[in-house]
T-cell receptor
Framework: GAGVSQSPRYKVTKRGQDVALRCDPI?????LYWYRQALGQGPEFLTY????????KSGLPNDRFSAERPEGSISTLTIQRTEQRDSAMYRC????????????FGPGTRLLVL | AQTVTQSQPEMSVQEAETVTLSCTYD???????LFWYKQPPSRQMILVIR??????QNATENRFSVNFQKAAKSFSLKISDSQLGDAAMYFC???????????FGKGTLLTVNP
């Protein structure tokens, strides 16, 4: 596809369950980013990959959150033992390189933890 | 610290009229990039326009243009000939220095009245 895709688009889960959110970046984009957006707020940075290397995970809120991009393309953000406060829109973005390049966003995954 | 501030939570405009959305930022970096993203009700995050700090000329994309005042650290978005499809949340964002993280403002909700 031409743009960034994310799946699932919506995820409802029960507290304590693990969830995996997938991001498929634009073909040829080497940089991939994850952001989290609370209702009524702008997105906030979670983590960044350059190819398959996770260069920065400083925005991950705690050790229940992890991300990987094993082959330098598709990425998975995993949240273990979900809590209600994890409910948010999770957005993935990609760019041709890192610094200065425009980041193009996917449609997001809306996560609701009951 | 790098910050992006949008002081107008909501704005409205009549169809075919012009509206300006305000944004200020703060950074000690000399090299940075500024963006406006649009988030329609579908909650997609769509790039509207981009401005490089080293460029003196204001960026323009069809009906969208910016007023970039570097000394004042101001980056406003002007929408001309407003259309109903312009109704959305607009986020101002920046990448500062050798950073790759987008820092977002809290957004301005634009309503377009027929």
């Amino acid at each position: 596809g031409a743009g960034v895709s994310q799946s699932p688009r919506y995820k409802v889960t029960k507290r304590g369950q693990d969830v995996a959110l997938r991001c498929d970046p634009i073909s040829g984009h080497v940089s991939l980013y994850w952001y989290r957006q609370a209702l009524g707020q702008g997105p906030e940075f979670l983590t960044y990959f350059n190819y398959e290397a996770q260069q920065d995970k400083s925005g991950l809120p705690n050790d229940r959150f992890s991300a990987e991009r094993p082959e330098g393309s598709i990425s998975t953000l995993t949240i273990q033992r979900t809590e209600q406060r994890d409910s948010a829109m999770y957005r993935c973005a990609s760019s041709t390189s890192s610094v200065s390049e425009t980041q193009y966003f996917g449609p997001g995954t809306r996560l609701l933890v009951l | 610290a790098q910050t992006v501030t949008q002081s107008q939570p909501e704005m409205s405009v009549q169809e075919a009229e012009t509206v300006t959305l305000s944004c200020t930022y703060d950074t000690s970096e000399s090299d940075y990039y500024l963006f406006w993203y649009k988030q329609p009700p579908s909650r997609q995050m769509i790039l509207v326009i981009r401005q490089e700090a080293y460029k003196q000329q204001n960026a323009t994309e069809n009906r969208f243009s910016v007023n970039f005042q570097k000394a004042a650290k101001s980056f406003s978005l002007k929408i001309s000939d407003s259309q109903l499809g312009d109704a959305a949340m607009y986020f101002c964002a920046g990448i500062m220095g050798s950073n790759y993280k987008l820092t977002f403002g809290k957004g301005t909700l634009l309503t377009v009245n027929p």
